[in-house]
């Protein structure tokens, strides 16, 4: 059988480059076929990873054929090299990265495999710069070298090889580490008592750690967010100063959704997911139930962990109504639909995105916490229950679900006909009932009128120092007049404006009342009447009722704090 021996080097770190060579040994066959994957699992975007690839050779003849595919004819028995460059100069969890303190990137993103050999065993062996150090999931077998069973394990393997902080810890007998690249205000030793705390609280709620050690790689940068889970690691992109208050609560549940991937994503995989194709989009209905349902957890479990007390709960859950419910396009587009249109609209909004588009992260949460409190109210079963389930069945064993399973199961297990709870929420955009869900659990829904400011439909944002038209809202005063998103506002009423009193001209006027716009629309000066609609409802507050009586406060128990 023939051995796939990769080695990555990084001899000038400044010019962002790895340096990558590929040595094929014991190859018999006529044609070696290479290829690149075009995105990374758990991120729905085709990213085309081979745009970076650069001075790409081989020690045999070779043509590229396709945008990501090389094809080499091999000299008989002789070992094969290929080498290349890669540019690394995007820093995300699911990019690559390169600089004079550090060199980060993703197998997917970093690696291709030979065709026909995805199952194959693939070693990797790091050259790094003098004293910096190499974090990995990857099993170490010799100094600097890695093995992986196969290629779906390289390519879900990301690499941290730079100037760095390591802190290790044990969680139920498992070994952990936390990798942490830049500086900030955050606090390892507090920060690693509470990732324990969210580790304990979702081993309980699984029933199990399903690996021997974990990894999490950290990277603090300036005012940039993001996650991505792998099988026996994530990578977390946070701001390095916001390790405070309400924002550090952000950073928790980061790592608690990350973590939960572990289950459900890793290991709980629908059967549209369960096969992956490196070289197109997997097309999936289930990104609802994979992303909603975790973001709904992430929330519940930092709660539950004894990170926040309910009080703060019950805010993250009225910050979510409150996004869901200001965005248009939950009135256009499903779940089902989001799910299924992620590959070209979830990562590449556009100026419309807000009217006619709706978040699987975020609608999924919402469903998700309404499917628990529905199967509390009216079955002997919790949400909890299917996971917990679910992770028997499916995801232990490593199974694949089909939907109309994961439909079944839940039937199965409460008792219930959910095809109309589905067909509202999951396939069509009937508007959430949340009043009817949230009374038994002695909680309400307010809806708010946060400032008594008259409509326009323009959310505001600040660009480089200017004023601009963020989203107009379809048929708002401000569409109407024709203000575009994308659109510099410069004055209302030949008064100059701004991010920070954008409101003051306006609190002065009326509903009915036209006001001058004075904007930039395609470099073009030009001012347009606007004129302005009633106040609307720009806020809901989740808060609990006066004078529970005792099935509420036993449901609410029941639901928030099941331990106590």
């Not at 419910?325 to 419309?352: C, H, M, V």
């Not at 508007?431 to 809806?447: I, M």
């Not at 920070?500 to 629309?521: D, W």
Request: aromatic content about 12%.
């Amino acid at each position: 059988m023939p051995h796939f021996h990769y080695q990555v080097a990084i001899p000038q770190p400044t010019n962002h480059l790895l340096d990558i060579c590929l040595t094929v040994s014991a190859w018999i066959e006529p044609i070696l076929e290479w290829k690149m994957p075009v995105w990374s699992v758990g991120s729905y975007l085709v990213r085309e990873y081979s745009r970076h690839v650069i001075a790409f050779s081989a020690n045999c003849p070779c043509r590229k054929i396709a945008k990501n595919h090389w094809r080499l004819t091999p000299t008989p028995s002789a070992p094969i090299t290929i080498h290349y460059q890669l540019f690394c100069h995007e820093l995300t969890v699911r990019t690559n990265h390169v600089d004079e303190t550090h060199a980060f990137w993703n197998g997917s993103a970093a690696f291709g495999w030979i065709e026909g050999y995805l199952e194959h065993p693939y070693t990797v062996t790091i050259v790094p710069p003098d004293r910096w150090r190499i974090a990995t999931a990857l099993t170490q077998v010799a100094e600097n070298t890695y093995w992986a069973d196969s290629f779906h394990v390289l390519a879900d393997s990301p690499f941290e090889v730079g100037i760095h902080q390591v802190y290790q810890f044990q969680v139920l007998d498992k070994s952990h580490e936390l990798v942490i690249w830049g500086e900030g205000n955050i606090n390892p030793s507090q920060t690693i008592e509470d990732i324990k705390q969210i580790i304990i609280t979702e081993a309980n709620f699984w029933g199990e750690l399903p690996y021997e050690k974990y990894l999490f790689i950290l990277h603090l940068s300036s005012g940039d967010y993001g996650g991505l889970e792998h099988r026996n690691c994530c990578v977390l992109l946070f701001d390095r100063w916001s390790f405070v208050q309400d924002k550090y609560i952000k950073f928790l549940n980061l790592v608690a959704h990350e973590f939960f991937h572990l289950w459900n994503v890793k290991r709980l995989r629908p059967a549209s997911l369960f096969s992956i194709n490196y070289e197109a989009e997997n097309y999936t209905h289930s990104l609802w139930f994979c992303e909603g349902v975790t973001s709904y957890y992430d929330q519940l479990l930092t709660l539950r962990a004894g990170l926040i007390d309910r009080h703060r709960y019950l805010q993250q859950v009225s910050e979510s109504i409150t996004k869901l419910q200001t965005t248009l396009g939950r009135k256009y587009q499903s779940l089902w639909e989001s799910s299924f249109d992620a590959w070209i609209k979830l990562y590449r909004p556009d100026a419309n995105s807000a009217n006619t588009q709706v978040s699987y992260y975020l609608k999924g949460e919402l469903v998700a916490m309404l499917l628990d409190l529905h199967l509390r109210l009216y079955s002997n079963i919790s949400l909890d229950v299917v996971m917990q389930t679910l992770w028997h069945r499916y995801g232990r064993p490593e199974l694949p679900y089909t939907d109309q399973q994961l439909l079944d199961l839940v039937s199965e297990l409460s008792g219930l006909n959910l095809e109309s709870f589905w067909q509202n929420y999951l396939y069509g955009t009937t508007e959430l009932d949340y009043d009817h869900y949230f009374a038994p659990f002695g909680l309400k829904l307010q809806a708010q009128i946060n400032h008594n400011i008259p409509y326009t439909g323009i959310t505001f944002a600040t660009v480089q120092g200017a004023l601009i038209a963020k989203t107009v809202v379809t048929n708002s005063p401000a569409q109407l007049a024709g203000i575009d998103a994308g659109d510099e506002i410069i004055a209302i009423n030949h008064r100059r404006v701004n991010l920070e009193q954008i409101n003051q001209p306006l609190q002065n006027y009326r509903s009915g009342e036209t006001v001058q716009f004075t904007i930039f629309a395609q470099d073009e000066l030009r001012t347009v009447s606007v004129s302005l609609g009633e106040p609307v409802v720009d806020r809901f507050v989740v808060s609990l009722l006066p004078d529970l009586n005792e099935m509420q406060l036993k449901n609410l128990s029941a639901w928030l704090n099941p331990s106590q």
